[in-house]
């Protein structure tokens, strides 16, 4: 679902636009301001992923709507509508990051390939979000399995150089000279006590966690070589 808004101060422009968008993209979510004012003031509520701006306003104009909106949500996308075919308005419209405009009168035709273009960059770039978070989530779950390998490598010698590199990328960590090793004695039928001791040390997010063996759990722990404390990432 793509959200929409239309800011002109002519009804008849307003309702002729969404009127061509509805028909052209019926899936969109379209609403109106009448003013660059109020769409400012929409903003919080409606988060529009893109802005059909007109340029010259009452009150607050199109560029300076465009300029407010963009420091608050830099990722909403514009097209501004306007009947002024002008270098400077091109420059400033660029500065700010619009992505196209349309001239008035403009062509059914026209509005619906000009927003087309940047609907179909909204499409791309939620893609690449969902594809990135989805990377995250399986990053997230790998993440105890590489601690785990990362402390046997170095506590029993078989270390593969590249392996090793690769696993301590993935950790996001950057080990400090001062390195130590704990070895923590669990009570008998500690695998819950196990799981608990690995939440803990990853929230502090200084330490490496190994596998559980027999009773014995080792811990990797890089101390702060300055103020002599634990590192916290």
Request: proline residues 5%; aromatic residues 6%.
């Amino acid at each position: 679902m793509i959200k929409v808004l239309i800011v002109d101060d002519e009804q008849i422009e307003r309702d002729g636009l969404q009127a061509i968008l509805h028909k052209g993209y019926p899936e969109l979510v379209i609403r109106q301001a009448q003013n660059g004012r109020i769409a400012v003031e929409m903003m919080e509520e409606f988060r529009p992923d893109l802005v059909l701006m007109d340029i010259k306003m009452p009150g607050m104009n199109g560029l300076e709507a465009v300029e407010r909106i963009s420091a608050d949500y830099p990722e909403t996308k514009f097209v501004m509508v306007t009947a002024y075919d002008t270098f400077e308005f091109a420059r400033q419209a660029i500065t700010l990051g619009v992505k196209d405009y349309l001239l008035k009168p403009s062509k059914a035709s026209e509005i619906i390939d000009t927003v087309g273009r940047v609907l179909n960059q909204i499409e791309a770039e939620r893609l690449l979000e969902e594809e990135r978070r989805q990377q995250q989530d399986k990053l997230l779950k790998a993440l105890p399995l590489a601690e785990t390998d990362v402390v046997t490598q170095l506590l029993f010698d078989h270390v593969h150089e590249v392996h090793l590199d690769e696993l301590v990328g993935l950790l996001d960590i950057q080990p400090s000279n001062e390195t130590f090793v704990m070895l923590v004695m669990l009570p008998p039928d500690s695998e819950p006590l196990y799981g608990a001791i690995k939440t803990a040390v990853r929230r502090l997010g200084a330490m490496w966690v190994g596998a559980l063996y027999g009773r014995q759990l080792p811990i990797i722990v890089f101390r702060d070589p300055e103020n002599r404390t634990v590192r916290r990432r």
